[in-house]
């Protein structure tokens, strides 16, 4: 708990048994809830997750893998049953520093911001700590998501976010686009939803972790979902037309 705030980390872990236990260990005390979704994976992942639980960790598992969207989104929807007013994301794969989590959270925690984005580009090593090829295409995919959104972000594959309950509910998790290129339906969805978005600079952290990200899933994948996001972006939330019709009850009653 950070001023009485009740702060949940989910973590998707897929085939992550070499790293899902440091993780685990590394996240820092004032979170109340870990949720760990495990998307199936087929090696020993939630052995070692089991492993390094304790009291505050809720271990799920997908019967079979949906991708990681699909397990944030099942990470989030425990999160909010279980009363957290504070959600950040945590890949199993050690690619987030635990020690930044205080800061990625602070602007859900003050009530600055609904929706809180990592940016790596505002590491001062990211030239030497990110592949170049992800640095390549961080930048352009970022260039088309801002694009097709309109928000300002520097880096839109960034999978360290933080949110408020109330922007969790309004982003509709359990439509979310299951695999890789999620966080640009998500982003579009904040577009949507008008959402007040921050970006706080993150360390680019690439180490012995195996991506899964697969050179079609930047040039096809990835291009989709962002180009969808045109529509997304510009559809006007269901609680703004009702809001927007509450008031023309207001006018015509005053009539
Ligand atoms: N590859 C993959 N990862 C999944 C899946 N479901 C959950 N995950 C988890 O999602 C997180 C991110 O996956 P990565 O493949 O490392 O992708 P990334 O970190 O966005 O991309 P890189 O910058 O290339 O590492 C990891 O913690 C995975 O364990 C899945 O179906 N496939
Ligand atoms: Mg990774």
């Not at 009485?4 to 992550?16: C, D, M, S």
């Not at 944030?72 to 989590?101: K, S, W, Y």
């Not at 001062?124 to 998501?145: E, H, I, K, Y």
Request: glycine letters at 8%; aromatic letters at 6%.
């Amino acid at each position: 708990v950070l001023s009485g705030k009740r702060i949940a980390v989910v973590v998707p872990a897929f085939n992550e048994a070499a790293l899902i236990a440091e993780t685990l260990r590394g996240i820092p005390a004032f979170v109340d809830r870990i949720v760990v979704v495990d998307d199936a994976s087929v090696d020993d992942t939630l052995a070692h997750a089991e492993g390094a639980a304790c009291p505050r960790t809720e271990l799920l598992r997908h019967a079979e893998n949906r991708g990681v969207g699909a397990a944030i989104a099942t990470g989030i929807a425990d999160a909010l049953r279980n009363g957290a007013d504070v959600i950040a994301v945590m890949a199993g794969d050690g690619q987030m520093d635990p020690d930044e989590l205080a800061s990625v959270i602070a602007p859900i925690e003050s009530g600055a911001a609904d929706f809180v984005k990592g940016n790596r580009f505002l590491d001062p090593n990211v030239a030497r700590a990110m592949p170049w090829t992800r640095q390549l295409g961080n930048r352009v995919l970022s260039f088309f998501t801002r694009l097709a959104t309109g928000l300002a972000i520097d880096d839109a594959q960034c999978g360290y976010v933080a949110l408020s309950r109330d922007a969790a509910a309004r982003l509709a998790f359990d439509s979310l686009w299951p695999r890789y290129g999620y966080p640009n339906d998500l982003l579009a969805r904040v577009a949507r939803e008008r959402l007040r978005l921050t970006e706080i600079g993150v360390r680019a952290v690439y180490g012995s972790e195996r991506s899964g990200v697969r050179l079609r899933d930047a040039l096809f994948v990835v291009p989709w979902v962002i180009l969808r996001g045109l529509w997304t972006a510009a559809r006007r939330p269901v609680h703004t037309l009702d809001r927007a019709r509450g008031h023309r009850h207001d006018l015509l009653s005053d009539l």
